[in-house]
């Protein structure tokens, strides 16, 4: 079966300050990848997808960037956080052979907090 | 017209009775629509989903009801538990679409 890891659980993280977060999924091969971030009270904002290793698309810009340096594996950066970068910070997976599948499948999520 | 607009904001149902959650869509090249259960702190996960060629899917005591014409869809909660309590999230995915577009949740909670 298929599993979707994510760390760490929790982050706290002054301004300015980089960011790293790691996204890693079992069982599967070429899967599609995504980072949303889920802010309070809202839905989730898709922030970047990738098809295959290396292909990253971003759907908003912002101060935040992504990789995808093995096929199973996904990360999501930032040089200098801002305040507005804290919130829940989701990966998903989705069954891919170069294109796209419906059901995607989440993570446990990654909440960041930026003092 | 990439909106999934959801209501209400949030419910509270009495254990037993059925919860009803409404979404609507304006772009007619949807065709995946999914719910998704979140608890707190907790990834959303996949409940239950509905394509438009049907109008209706029942899995256990949840159901999602399809009005292709009205462009609308909704969750039905049968027999609601304590248990049920949680944000659920409609969504929507086109066939050329990159990823799932969410409504803004409702907050299900379910007295006991």
């Known amino acids: 079966s298929q599993t979707i890891h994510q760390w760490p659980a929790t982050l706290v993280q002054p301004v300015g300050s980089p960011l790293s977060l790691e996204c890693t999924v079992e069982g599967t091969s070429n899967p599609n990848l995504y980072w949303y971030r889920q802010a309070a009270g809202r839905g989730l904002q898709l922030l970047f997808y990738?098809?295959?290793?290396?292909?990253i698309s971003s759907e908003v810009p912002q101060n935040l960037s992504a990789s995808r340096p093995q096929d199973r594996q996904f990360i999501l950066s930032s040089k200098k956080l801002l305040l507005s970068d804290s919130g829940f910070y989701l990966c998903?997976?989705?069954?891919?052979?170069?294109?796209?599948?419906?059901?995607?499948?989440f993570g446990p999520g990654t909440r960041l907090t930026v003092l | 017209q990439q909106q999934v607009k959801q209501s209400p904001q949030s419910l509270i149902v009495q254990k037993g009775g059925i919860s009803i959650i409404n979404c609507a869509y304006e772009?007619?090249?949807?065709?995946?629509f999914p719910w998704y259960q979140q608890f707190p702190g907790k990834g959303p996960a996949l409940l239950i989903a509905?394509?438009?060629?049907?109008s209706e899917k029942k899995e256990g005591r949840f159901t999602i009801s399809f009005n292709k014409s009205a462009k609308q869809f909704s969750l039905h909660i049968m027999d609601s538990q304590p248990g049920d309590s949680a944000t659920y999230f409609c969504?929507?995915?086109?066939?050329?679409?990159?990823?799932?577009?969410f409504g803004k949740g409702t907050t299900l909670s379910v007295s006991s």
């Open positions: 990738s098809v295959g290793i290396g292909q």
């Open positions: 969504a929507a995915n086109n066939q050329a679409g990159t990823a799932l577009i």
């Open positions: 998903a997976w989705s069954v891919g052979w170069g294109g796209f599948s419906n059901e995607q499948f």
């Open positions: 509905i394509r438009p060629d049907v």
């Open positions: 772009n007619t090249a949807f065709d995946y």
